[in-house]
C-alpha cells in the first residue's frame, strides 16, 4: 500500500531510505521498513481512514 500511489521518484525515495530520488538500490535495511511504515501511513492519511485491508 505505501507504494502503490506513489510517484516513480516516490518510489525511489522510500526504497532508498530517503537517499535517493532516482535509485531504489542501496538503502539501510531498517531505515528502508521505516520509510514503507511512513510512507503506509501518509497512504492512509491521505486517503482519510477509506482504506479496505483484504
Given amino acids: ?3 502503490g ?3 516513480s521518484e516516490g518510489k525511489c ?3 532508498s531510505a ?4 532516482t535509485s531504489p538500490w542501496g538503502g539501510n535495511q531498517d ?4 520509510s514503507m511504515g511512513d ?3 501518509a497512504v492512509v492519511n491521505f486517503m ?3 482504506v479496505v485491508y483484504i
Fill in 48 to 50: 482519510d481512514g477509506k
Fill in 31 to 34: 531505515r528502508f521498513l521505516e
Fill in 1 to 3: 500500500m505505501s507504494i
Fill in 13 to 15: 525515495w522510500i526504497h
Fill in 5 to 7: 500511489i506513489g510517484s
Fill in 39 to 41: 510512507a503506509t501511513s
Fill in 18 to 21: 530517503g537517499t535517493s530520488h
